[in-house]
């Protein structure tokens, strides 16, 4: 049995960490440096939305992925929430999504009062399959004066959220066709992929806006937290004004000309971000040689195969991914049984968003791919200190 040699493997791959205590899917490393940072911004008082590390961290970001604006936030859904009003997401309007993901990128979308259309992906990089998205626009799309409607309930169909899974970037010039031939709004769900890049330009840039998450299983965090992208100064600057309550600048009184949202990312969490910038080349390395490890130990076991990051493109390589054969699909439950009793954290991909109590009555096109791998995925321990 594949679930077998895949313990087996694992348990001699992990075993020359020093700790006894279980191995955890994904960790934050920690840094006497991140306790420095912290302690100035605790000294300086300035420890909720106001305060220089904010800034800090929005040009530090800036300056890695190539975006001209970044906004930092409290989390990865608020960014996206925010990043789908800005692009002009409304209520009752349809918005595409994959059903391979975590549920954020639905909720974002339900947030916005619109509707989540859930679509296919495909193996080559277990995000959103372009072709059949095209497929299924020239079937139900109708363009009109006032947008491009969904034939079939008369709804807008207002924006496409590729999300680039477990860090693995999208096929974006094929999504970036689609969405311009059919004048559809991109919102790229970047939230795992800090540090991965599509033909040479960095995940969350490709569309009007992107997001990034900073969670603590992410490649840096920030405890929590999020940023929004953009390249559009306008956009950039109604965005800023939205998540901080639509409040305009006034030396003393208050005044709000929208409802907004209390969403800027306070300068404690920020002052983490500025310093954790400093361990990102390391981690993503590190998660490159824990890759490798991997794929080198389990080259002989027939039946499963780790995925590796798309053509054209550089991953972070956030979560380490396994695909089982269909042959041995039905071992999946019992590998994940096995490493997790055994303190070796392992997980399955996330339930389909589509069999969800509250989206079970969403439009969706057909699933089949979606089906297939959710039944195959299984992520392994992937925090860069196991490298």
């Known amino acids: 049995m594949i679930s077998d040699e895949l313990f087996k493997v694992l348990q001699q791959i992990l075993s020359s960490r020093s700790s006894s205590k279980p191995v955890p899917l994904h960790e934050p490393m920690f840094s006497k440096k991140d306790y420095f940072y912290l302690k100035r911004c605790l000294d300086s008082t300035y420890v909720s939305s106001v305060g220089k590390f904010v800034d800090e961290f929005e040009a530090l970001l800036a300056q890695y992925t190539g975006a001209k604006y970044v906004t930092a936030v409290i989390n990865g859904t608020s960014a996206l929430q925010v990043a789908l009003k800005v692009a002009g997401v409304r209520e009752n309007d349809e918005v595409f999504v994959p059903s391979l993901?975590?549920?954020?990128?639905?909720?974002?979308?339900?947030?916005?009062?619109?509707?989540?259309?859930?679509?296919?992906?495909?193996?080559?990089?277990?995000?959103?399959?372009?072709?059949?998205?095209e497929e299924l626009?020239?079937?139900?799309?109708?363009?009109?004066?006032?947008?491009?409607?969904?034939?079939?309930?008369?709804?807008?169909?207002?924006?496409?959220?590729?999300?680039h899974t477990f860090g693995h970037p999208c096929d974006m010039q094929s999504i970036q066709k689609i969405t311009k031939n059919y004048k559809i709004e991109l919102v790229e769900d970047a939230a795992e992929a800090l540090g991965s890049f599509y033909?040479?330009?960095h995940t969350g840039t490709f569309g009007k806006l992107g997001i990034i998450s900073f969670n603590g299983n992410k490649i840096i965090t920030t405890g929590g937290g999020g940023a929004i992208l953009t390249n559009d100064l306008e956009i950039a600057k109604k965005v800023r004004h939205l998540i901080q309550v639509a409040k305009i600048p006034h030396s003393w009184n208050y005044i709000h000309d929208e409802i907004g949202y209390n969403y800027r990312m306070p300068n404690l969490n920020a002052a983490l971000g500025c310093s954790q910038f400093d361990n990102l080349n390391f981690s993503l390395e590190s998660k490159r040689r824990l890759f490798k490890v991997y794929k080198k130990n389990f080259k002989n076991i027939l039946g499963i195969k780790i995925f590796e990051e798309p053509p054209k493109c550089k991953s972070n390589y956030w979560l380490q991914t396994i695909l089982l054969s269909e042959e041995n699909q039905n071992e999946r439950d019992l590998i994940l049984k096995k490493t997790n009793a055994a303190g070796i954290m392992t997980r399955p991909a996330w339930d389909l968003i589509h069999t969800l109590q509250p989206y079970r009555n969403s439009p969706r096109a057909p699933l089949p791919v979606s089906k297939h791998l959710s039944k195959r995925i299984i992520n392994l321990p992937s925090s860069a200190g196991l490298a």
């Open 101 to 133: 993901s975590f549920v954020a990128t639905a909720n974002a979308v339900s947030y916005c009062g619109a509707i989540p259309f859930f679509i296919d992906c495909n193996e080559r990089n277990l995000s959103i399959d372009a072709e059949a998205l």
């Open 137 to 163: 626009l020239k079937m139900i799309g109708e363009p009109t004066s006032g947008g491009l409607r969904n034939r079939r309930t008369g709804r807008r169909l207002k924006a496409l959220v590729p999300m």
């Open 199 to 201: 033909e040479g330009k």
